[in-house]
């Protein structure tokens, strides 16, 4: 296990820390209810443990295989790691993905719910999950029907799956606002308090309208490297 210094400064970390915490003070809330979720996709261990060094411990990624690639070793370092699930998740990644993560953020179907709650069984671990929801309703992206979030949280709860809350990602290029507070209304409707929403360019909006976790990855990591051709 690595020993922390507590004083090693980020300066993006604390940027991102320093507008969390304004516009939770004018929105009225509590820094402390806004979990900051690092998205550490594509990102090398290299990369990561700078955050970890100054105390973040709060990391989301998107594919099972990556993270299971860097994570376990960067875990046994850094055992208060919280590991969250944030990509879309297929059924046969079930078993990989109880035994990783700590939350998941991308429950969007029955035979999701079926796989994980399978796992969960098996491995005797119990994961949180927030329900995907396809806030824009755009036929590329993942996340259930606006119509079917009642019927998916009774299916999520019958299968004894604690469902933390809701998650959605708004179309690009528009105006994040009114979905955030079309997830808001949903989440109020069905009696959920957790919502995961917002990114690097709209989180202090999605704060205002009650994100309880917002996920940004290029605002503290910077941006990615161009792929090779």
């Not at 990391?59 to 790691?81: H, M, T």
């Not at 604690?162 to 955030?180: I, K, Q, R, S």
């Amino acid at each position: 296990m690595i020993e922390r210094d507590s004083n090693v400064s980020n300066p993006a970390l604390e940027n991102i820390r320093g507008k969390i915490e304004k516009s939770a003070r004018l929105a009225d809330r509590k820094t402390s209810d806004i979990a900051l979720i690092a998205v550490s996709k594509t990102r090398s261990s290299d990369e990561i443990r700078p955050l970890l060094d100054a105390g973040h411990h709060v990391f989301g990624e998107n594919r099972v295989q990556e993270a299971s690639e860097k994570w376990p070793a960067l875990k046994a370092d850094y055992p208060d790691i919280e590991l969250h699930m944030i990509g879309q998740l297929q059924s046969n990644k079930a078993a990989e993905a109880v035994a990783l993560f700590d939350y998941i953020h991308s429950v969007d179907r029955l035979s999701l719910i079926k796989a994980l709650a399978k796992e969960m069984d098996r491995q005797e671990r119990r994961l949180p999950c927030f329900l995907q929801v396809n806030i824009g309703e755009e036929p590329q992206k993942g996340g259930c029907d606006i119509k079917a979030v009642p019927q998916l949280l009774e299916q999520a709860r019958d299968a004894g799956i604690e469902v933390a809350g809701l998650m959605a990602v708004p179309p690009d290029g528009t105006n994040a606002m009114p979905y955030f507070a079309l997830l808001a209304k949903l989440a109020r409707d069905n009696g959920l308090d957790g919502l995961s929403m917002g990114m690097s360019g709209d989180f202090e909006k999605a704060i205002k309208l009650g994100a309880t976790h917002i996920r940004v990855g290029t605002a503290l990591f910077g941006e990615r490297a161009p792929q090779a051709a």
